[in-house]
Every structure is written in structure tokens, then in C-alpha cells.
T-cell receptor, first 113, second 114 residues
Framework: SAVISQKPSRDICQRGTSLTIQCQVD?????MFWYRQQPGQSLTLIAT?????????ESGFVIDKFPISRPNLTFSTLTVSNMSPEDSSIYLC??????????FGSGTRLTVV | GENVEQHPSTLSVQEGDSAVIKCTYS??????FPWYKQELGKGPQLIID?????GEKKDQRIAVTLNKTAKHFSLHITETQPEDSAVYFC?????????????FGGGTRVLVKP
């Protein structure tokens, strides 16, 4: 299965600022997924990122708030823009690799103050 | 779209006892059902999965069963140990479908008491 490195692991940010989260995979993958996990809740898909095309966003998530880059087949970034305390969550990237199931990174724990 | 319900939301068991978590799904086309374990401060880890052409799968102390007719699947943990304490999530997806995505249940917080 794929190994995912996600950075930063945690951050505390001021409201109104932006944070970019990086996701690096140890092998090439077609699709990468970004999830949000609010405190004590399940995982909610934000968007699917394909290399060379615009990310596909789920209902309730927009590109202006969560811009995503996917410059190659092993890397993606998610930016949380103009943050408010409601954005305090764990953000996770995930990939599906060749029948080994969906693998998740260790997550970025974001606190907005 | 797919909807996955998971029960119970919390489960407390004595060490050595069994734990069972149940999930139901709505989309009969779903054909892949993974289970994840999430420990505090970590990302979800895949612990076992089952595909729709199989009714049961075991891996040491954990097993998953699938009833396609009733559209439900369950996780069974036997001989529970304190390190089994975590949040467990079930999920469902129709692999190969255009725009496929994992849909998660609400999670079960399992506490194994020594």
C-alpha cells in the first residue's frame, strides 16, 4: 500500500489567515482525496484531486475556500483560506492504490483562534 | 448517494470479551466495505475490508461479515485487548463507478476496560 506523508501535523492559526497543507505519496497515484474531520465526528470528503485537471468539490465545499493543487502524481496541497474558528478540524489526505484500499495520511490538526 | 449508518456510537467492553459493530448501507451497488481504526492523534488505519462477492473474512482476532440482501455488514473483535481501544469507522463504496468515493459511518468509540 502507499505511504503518505502529511505536513504540518498540527498548527494554530489566527482567524483570517490561510494555511497550506501538503500531502506527499511514496508512489504515483491517479486520484488523491482531501477529507475534513470535525472534532468527534466522522470523515467528510472535501474534494478529489486529479493530476492535470481541476479538483472536484463535494457539496458544501468551494474552491475559493479550499483551493487544491495537484502538480504531479505524488503530491497535492490543500489550502484553508480566510480561516475562522469553525475551520478547526483535522484535515486528511487519502489515496487509493492498486487494490490495496484507501490509505490515509496522519492528518493535520488545525486550531483557529 | 450512498448513506452509511453505524451502531453503536460508543461501546465499552471488558478485556477478553468480544465487540461487535454494525453498519447498514443504502446503495445496493456498493461492492467494497472497509473498516478503519483511528487512534488518538492519528489518521484512520485500514484494519480489514470485504468485497461484495464474499460473505465473511477473518484476520486473527478481527472478522467482518457482509449480508448483501439486508445491506448490512459487521465488524467482530474477539478477545479484546486494551490496545483495541480506539474509534472505528465503517465505509462503503462502489468501486469502478464514475466519481466513486468512500462514504463513512458515524464512528464507534470502543473502550476496552482492563
Amino acid at each position: 500500500s502507499a505511504v503518505i506523508s502529511q505536513k504540518p501535523s498540527r498548527d494554530i492559526c489566527q482567524r483570517g489567515t490561510s494555511l497550506t497543507i501538503q500531502c506527499q505519496v511514496d508512489s504515483q497515484v491517479t486520484m488523491m482525496f482531501w477529507y475534513r474531520q470535525q472534532p468527534g465526528q466522522s470523515l467528510t470528503l472535501i474534494a478529489t484531486a486529479n493530476q492535470g485537471s481541476e479538483a472536484t468539490y463535494e457539496s458544501g465545499f468551494v474552491i475559493d475556500k479550499f483551493p487544491i493543487s495537484r502538480p504531479n502524481l505524488t503530491f497535492s496541497t490543500l489550502t484553508v483560506s480566510n480561516m475562522s474558528p469553525e475551520d478547526s478540524s483535522i484535515y486528511l489526505c487519502s489515496v487509493e492504490k492498486g487494490g490495496y484500499g484507501y490509505t490515509f495520511g496522519s492528518g493535520t490538526r488545525l486550531t483557529v483562534v | 448517494g450512498e448513506n452509511v449508518e453505524q451502531h453503536p456510537s460508543t461501546l465499552s467492553v471488558q478485556e477478553g470479551d468480544s465487540a461487535v459493530i454494525k453498519c447498514t448501507y443504502s446503495d445496493s451497488a456498493s461492492n467494497y466495505f472497509p473498516w478503519y481504526k483511528q487512534e488518538l492523534g492519528k489518521g484512520p488505519q485500514l484494519i480489514i475490508d470485504i468485497r461484495s462477492n464474499v460473505g465473511e473474512k477473518k484476520d486473527q482476532r478481527i472478522a467482518v461479515t457482509l449480508n448483501k440482501t439486508a445491506k448490512h455488514f459487521s465488524l467482530h473483535i474477539t478477545e479484546t485487548q486494551p490496545e483495541d481501544s480506539a474509534v472505528y469507522f465503517c465505509a462503503a463504496i462502489h468501486l469502478k463507478a464514475a466519481g466513486n468515493k468512500l462514504t463513512f459511518g458515524g464512528g464507534t468509540r470502543v473502550l476496552v476496560k482492563p
